[in-house]
Nanobody, 125 residues
């Protein structure tokens, strides 16, 4: 499966962006899909994920209540809706997919097999 992340850009703090992660090559409707981000000089960190088995979603504490993950199976795409953006949300955002990830491991990037190329989000203050 190939993943294409898009939708990044430059926005002012308080505004919103929606990122897309489109899959090609096969359906990933039953995959676990995670969003991660990496700010300059920092480790790649977990943002959120949607389970393939039941579409349950999970978020990091830093984005909970502001970010929402959804999936459109017909379009083979997963979205990351980001509201009330803050300057500290500035990073390259990546989507990734894996299968059958144990719930307790959903935040670990090593459990994801395929990664998109990343899309840059810059939030100005």
């Amino acid at each position: 499966v190939q993943l294409q992340a898009s939708g990044g850009g430059l926005v002012e703090a308080g505004n919103s962006l929606r990122l897309s992660c489109a899959a090609s090559g096969r359906s990933f409707s039953r995959d676990d899909v995670g969003w991660f981000r990496q700010a300059p000089g920092k480790e790649r960190e977990f943002v959120g994920a949607v389970r393939g088995s039941n579409s349950a979603t999970y978020y990091s504490e830093s984005v909970k209540g502001r970010f929402t993950i959804s999936r459109d199976k017909a379009k083979n795409t997963v979205y990351l809706q980001m509201n009330n953006l803050k300057p500290e949300d500035t990073a390259v955002y990546y989507c990734a997919t894996g299968r059958g990830i144990i719930l307790s491991e959903i935040r670990r990037k090593d459990n994801y097999d395929y990664w998109g190329q990343g899309t840059l989000v810059t939030v100005s203050s």
